[in-house]
């Protein structure tokens, strides 16, 4: 049987959470086969995203295992400080001129003090250029408080906030854990679209417990007269260590099946779809072109600096002579992240070179999770010796994908069809095997 796709719990960002990303520009260079850079091609490491990772939540909610901690005391201002020299040590091992977005995450940085953005974005203008009209991002959790610092928040220079709605009914955020209420949500929407008109994104889950299809077309729908201009959709799901998965493993909690769960998505994505919104990506949804220009920026292959404990990021170490694209991991325990970036500057605890392989696993997994798929031109930029048809071509599993109507190989590229974006998980394996297989048989003797 086919899976759904849609089973996370929390954002498809890779930001911080250990999720698989790569750097890269599209518009950038072709690569050798061993992932190095060609000669004439320069402008493929000039320019990143930047990810940054607030590691601090007032509470856990209950199905969250990212990387986050309740503070013991006080030190936003030395976590303040020691992202900001994080953010400097990085982009002059980067050498990137030019910062294209920033995404401020966590945890919870809404909790942070606005001048936490306005001296990190100082930071980067110390070693680098801000794009024009980057796109600055801030997640919001829509607390009385967080919705008070919107304004000091738009003020030191975010652009666009991502707010974490999850639910419009109060008993359903209590049992997730959540420490606001759905009118507090709506409040927070509302004011965040008065500051930052068209640029407010909301998360919203579902495949909770008791939920019901019908329920969730109604929170859906109100939702959606008080949205701006993009949606999140993520489906809940028991993450092992969580309370949510201790809970469903007592039977206290029950969640709906993987058929009412795929209706919901199912849904949910047709009644978006009569509301305006584009599905641009298996979970995203946006109108009047809102679409968010950082998580493009992973599922398109750039280059990416993740500062702060726990964050994860890819890009070429060329301050220290590098040529070869790196995955590197910051420190996760913020204290000892601390004492590490005070040392040297940086609390990067892993560091491995990609293969071509990696590489181009990493491009299929991300590009395919877009509507618009991975266009032959895009490919090219990581495989300039193996094109899609090369590799996708003669597939027996291709064949049936594209045969059942999941999957398009055209002139335009790879792409998965309406019904296939739902079952992508199903589909990556074979596509994967048969991508190894292929760079097996061309691989010099």
Excluded at 27 to 33: A, D, N, R
């Amino acid at each position: 049987m086919i899976k759904h796709t849609l089973k996370t719990a929390g954002r498809i960002l890779v930001t911080g959470t250990g999720r698989n990303c790569f750097s890269g520009l599209s518009s950038g260079p072709v690569l050798t086969e061993d992932g190095s850079e060609s000669a004439q091609h320069e402008s493929l490491t000039k320019k990143a995203s930047l990810y940054i990772h607030w590691p601090y939540c007032l509470k856990r909610c209950s199905y969250c295992n990212f990387n986050k901690y309740i503070p013991k005391g006080d030190n936003n201002h030395i976590v303040s400080q020691c992202l900001q020299q994080e953010v400097e040590t990085l982009l002059q091992l980067s050498e990137v001129s030019c910062i294209t977005s920033v995404f401020f995450g966590g945890g919870t940085p809404s909790l942070a003090h606005p001048s936490t953005v306005s001296d990190i974005l100082e930071a980067v203008v110390r070693q680098t250029s801000l794009a024009d009209q980057a796109e600055v991002s801030l997640e919001v959790n829509p607390t009385a408080e967080g919705r008070t610092k919107l304004k000091d928040f738009s003020q030191a220079g975010v652009n666009r906030f991502s707010i974490g709605v999850q639910s419009l009914l109060d008993d359903d955020l209590t049992r997730l854990g959540r420490d606001h209420s759905a009118i507090q949500a709506l409040q927070t929407i509302e004011e965040a679209c008065k500051l930052c008109p068209g640029k407010v994104s909301v998360d919203i889950m579902f495949g909770r417990p008791g939920q019901s299809v019908a329920s969730w077309e109604a929170e859906l729908s109100d939702l959606l007269r008080a949205c701006d201009d993009h949606v999140s959709l993520y489906q809940l799901t028991p993450e092992r260590g969580t309370l949510l998965f201790k809970q469903i493993q007592g039977v206290e909690v029950v969640l709906p099946g993987d058929h009412e769960t795929a209706d919901m998505y199912e849904s949910a994505r047709r009644t978006l779809r009569r509301h305006g919104f584009e599905q641009y990506e298996v979970s995203n949804f946006a109108r009047n072109s809102a679409v968010s220009h950082h998580n493009m920026s992973y599922w398109k292959g750039r280059q990416y600096i993740g500062v702060g404990p726990g964050a994860h990021g890819r890009f070429v170490p060329l301050g220290e002579g590098g040529t070869h694209r790196e995955a590197r991991t910051q420190t996760l325990e913020p204290d000892v992240w601390i004492r590490e970036v005070q040392q040297r500057g940086h609390g990067t605890r892993r560091r491995i070179q990609l293969r071509h392989l990696e590489l181009l696993e990493e491009v299929l997994v991300m590009g395919l999770r877009m509507t618009e798929g991975i266009t032959h031109k895009h490919w090219q930029l990581f495989s300039p010796k193996l094109t899609l048809w090369d590799i996708f071509g003669s597939s027996t599993d291709v064949q049936e994908f594209l045969h059942c109507g999941l999957l398009t190989l055209d002139d335009g590229g790879l792409r998965c069809s309406w019904d296939g974006l739902a079952l992508l998980d199903s589909m990556l394996p074979p596509l994967l095997l048969e991508l190894e297989r292929q760079l097996n048989l061309r691989a010099p003797r």
